[in-house]
């Protein structure tokens, strides 16, 4: 069997396995600076996860001379990425359209784009961070993560399906890995629906997230 074909079946039991179950997730970070509260927190954030995918930048790929001159295309050695998924739907004239999703890869905001213009003209709010990514739906207590360096703020989110689509989401300031107390926490676990702008609030902060099925 050639290495194309090997390529092409490899694909096709991907397609299989996943191409109904990949979401694009779009995440907002906020911080209203005019609102202060003098809420005691009482209660730890209890949270071990069971796995987490760490969000990852996106690699430069190398790809040598000699693939470039012959059948084998940089796409082709992209496509034996474990982590990366390629979709083909059929068209009514029999042509196919293959797209490339980077899974647990940083992306740019695409349908949460027109809300961080908005919300910029807003004095009392600022937005602390935003970030995009592919992923598939997960078992329960299987994470995402994300930490963003300059703000402080951790991010763990598990979209799983039960007898619907839910989104557990825990954030905070600081990390797991630290000997100290997370008093100051979203924890929520919510049903959520295709495209629906869902919000989670805290005195502290606001995460504005949006699923999208691809």
Known sequence: MSFNKIILLFLFFTNASYAEEIYKVEVI????????????FIKNLNFIPQSVEELKEN????IPQKFIDNVLSSVDLLDLDINEIQIITGEEDNKSITEIYNL???ED???????????????NIEILDSISWYQPVKSKNEYTFHFSDKN???????????????????VFFGKLDLDREIKEFIDEDRRVKNSEI???????MGVIVKIDKT
């Open 29 to 40: 970070f906020i911080k209203f600076n005019d609102v202060t509260t003098d809420e005691k």
């Open 59 to 62: 690699e430069i790929e190398l």
């Open 104 to 106: 647990y890869k940083y």
């Open 109 to 123: 905001l695409e349908n949460l784009d027109f809300l961080t213009g908005r919300l910029r003209w807003r004095d």
């Open 152 to 170: 402080n703020i951790s991010f763990y989110l598990n979209l799983y399906q039960s007898r619907y689509l839910h989104l557990n989401l825990k």
């Open 198 to 204: 869902n919000y989670f609030d805290h005195p502290s």
